[in-house]
């Protein structure tokens, strides 16, 4: 069974632009989870979505935005994007039921200069 | 809300001795608890998952770990350390009920030393 897939592995932006991230689940997995790994707030929560639908969001800005396509692939979207904005996103999948665990894409590499 | 502490920055510890990395958590009810591992420049791997049952749970490459509820803690463990464990541990929570969130600790960085 194929893992979590994230594309682009790297991007490199410029301030003030806007960036789009996808994410392809593991078959058969419908939540779609991000998150931002930064070094100095380490891994912070974005959003969930399941059934493209948003289920849970974090304490992020308005910039930040995501969705979630019928076949579960998930998108998630940076406008005006800032500095601060440079990180590790991390998208995971799991089960719908919550006693499972999530499984995590190795990552897109986001450098805003 | 739930949380989760790692109190140590960094763990050190020589190739063949036992390895602990500390977690204790905080949530409303009963916690879901998970322990991932992170290599350089990729994603998170799944170790080891408490729901219900036995406190000691038994995971990947080793590793086990031992809930308990009056201490709150879920310390990872494994009996004889590898050079090849050098890597990010990360201990997370999830609340049940219904939602795959999961909130991390800041993560200990684990030094193998042969």
């Known amino acids: 069974k194929a893992g979590v897939t994230q594309t682009p592995r790297y991007l490199i932006k410029t301030r003030g632009q806007q960036v789009t991230l996808s994410c392809s689940p593991i078959?058969?997995?419908?939540?779609v989870s991000w998150y931002q790994q930064t070094p100095g707030q380490g891994l912070q929560f974005l959003f969930e979505?399941?059934?493209?639908?948003?289920?849970n969001k974090g304490n992020f800005p308005g910039r930040f935005s995501g969705r979630q396509f019928s076949n579960s692939r998930s998108e998630m979207n940076v406008s005006t994007l800032e500095l601060g904005d440079s990180a590790l996103y991390l998208c995971?999948?799991?089960?719908?039921?919550?006693?499972?665990?999530?499984?995590f894409g190795q990552g897109t590499r986001l450098t805003v200069v | 809300a739930q949380s989760v502490a790692q109190p140590e920055d960094q763990v050190n510890v020589a190739e063949g001795n036992p390895l602990t990395v500390k977690c204790t958590y905080s949530?409303?009810?009963?916690?879901?608890l998970f322990w991932y591992v992170q290599y350089p420049n990729r994603g998170l791997q799944f170790l080891l998952k408490?729901?219900?049952?036995?406190?000691l749970v038994k995971g990947s490459y080793g590793f086990e770990a031992e809930f308990n509820k009056s201490q709150t803690s879920f310390h990872l463990k494994k009996p004889s350390a590898l050079v090849s464990d050098s890597a990010l541990y990360f201990c997370?929570?999830?609340?049940?009920?219904?939602?795959?969130?999961?909130?991390f600790g800041k993560g200990n960085q684990v030094v193998v030393i042969p």
């Open positions: 995971a999948s799991s089960l719908v039921e919550d006693r499972t665990e999530a499984f």
């Open positions: 078959s058969g997995h419908r939540s």
């Open positions: 979505y399941f059934s493209e639908t948003q289920r």
């Open positions: 949530v409303s009810g009963n916690p879901y």
């Open positions: 408490y729901i219900t049952g036995d406190n």
């Open positions: 997370a929570v999830r609340d049940i009920g219904g939602n795959n969130r999961l909130a």
